[in-house]
């Protein structure tokens, strides 16, 4: 990869990066070898511009938002880690729609609707991804998910040319979007809400937070729920029905206050939790008959 000459790309536009990256600090999991180069475009423009680079020039390259359901290798990413933080604006654009950039968090959103008396997002207050991941994953909890609240998106396509979707073209289904099959890479986001009381909003995504606080293992670095829920079943209940909660390998472990959980307790590596996520699903399909699947993203050098 010739460094020489993204340096010079990033530079002419302005644009924040910066080499061998640890990936570890830009992970809720705080796991993670290094990315080659890390750049932060702050818009569409120098988005396009780098992607439009990377792909002339056969650079590979992986979009990040918060890293909030990623799991990194210990080797790294080869080339350009592209994250999406700075394009991160909030704005109003009717009576109950808000625009947010892909980049921006899906709590900041939360926050500014609230600040504007719209309802419809509450149930997200407190989930630590950017709101163009919780779109890619349909990101929910709580009885409520993305596909309740999202009207329209923009993204780039494959040739950079910028798409607009309403809701039903997202192809919304359980932690899943057209975003996940066509290598699209969302920019920004309308959100369709209501408007209610504004005391009412903030006292319901208050409720919301209590509960993650007592259910979830908060103080811990992790992805939120390793598992999809399996069909018929909870995977926390499973994994604890099989007696795996507090069962570690290295420092990454299954929480003793919630067992869909696998928690970083200060130093796990990668493999760490790798081989520990195969210890329960082997576990629970030996015991309980089930496959699970995870909802965390591996991404990385093997």
Request: charged residues 15%; aromatic residues 8%; proline residues 2%.
């Given at each position: 990869m010739a460094i020489p000459d993204l340096e010079v790309l990033f530079k002419q536009h302005k644009i924040e990066y910066c080499l061998n990256e640890a990936m570890s600090g830009h992970t809720s999991f705080k796991i993670g070898g290094k990315a080659d180069v890390f750049v932060r475009p702050k818009n569409e423009e120098q988005l396009s511009a780098i992607l439009l680079f990377l792909r002339q020039n056969k650079v590979p390259y992986y979009v990040v938002g918060n890293g909030s359901?990623?799991?990194?290798?210990?080797?790294?990413?080869?080339?350009?880690?592209?994250?999406?933080?700075?394009?991160?604006?909030?704005?109003?654009?009717?009576?109950?729609?808000?625009?947010?950039?892909?980049?921006?968090?899906?709590?900041?959103?939360?926050?500014?609707?609230q600040k504007n008396s719209l309802s419809g997002l509450e149930f997200a207050?407190?989930?630590?991804?950017?709101?163009?991941?919780?779109?890619?994953?349909n990101a929910g909890a709580y009885g409520g998910e993305m596909s309740q609240?999202?009207?329209?998106?923009?993204?780039?396509?494959?040739?950079l040319n910028t798409v607009k979707r309403t809701n039903e073209q997202m192809a919304l289904g359980y932690r899943e979007s057209t975003y996940r099959q066509n290598g699209e890479i969302i920019t920004g986001i309308t959100f369709s809400l209501k408007?209610?009381?504004?005391?009412?909003?903030a006292s319901e995504m208050e409720l919301y937070m209590s509960k993650r606080k007592a259910s979830q293992p908060l103080d811990f670095g992790?992805?939120?729920?390793?598992?999809?829920?399996?069909?018929?079943?909870?995977?926390a209940a499973l994994i604890d029905e099989c007696g795996l909660k507090g069962l570690a390998v290295g420092d990454a472990m299954v929480s003793e206050k919630h067992a869909g959980f696998v928690i970083n307790k200060g130093n796990a590596s990668c493999r760490d939790?790798?081989?520990?996520i195969e210890q329960i699903q082997t576990e629970v399909e030996k015991k309980r008959g089930v496959r699970l699947e995870t909802e965390v993203i591996f991404t990385g050098r093997k």
């Open positions: 359901n990623l799991l990194v290798s210990d080797k790294g990413i080869e080339g350009v880690v592209i994250s999406t933080l700075k394009m991160n604006q909030i704005s109003l654009i009717s009576d109950t729609e808000i625009f947010a950039e892909a980049g921006a968090s899906l709590t900041a959103v939360c926050l500014f609707a207050y407190g989930i630590p991804g950017s709101v163009g991941g919780a779109l890619y994953m609240v999202v009207a329209e998106a923009s993204s780039l396509d494959n040739s408007k209610g009381d504004k005391e009412k909003i992790s992805a939120g729920s390793t598992f999809k829920r399996p069909t018929g079943y909870y995977a939790v790798q081989n520990l």
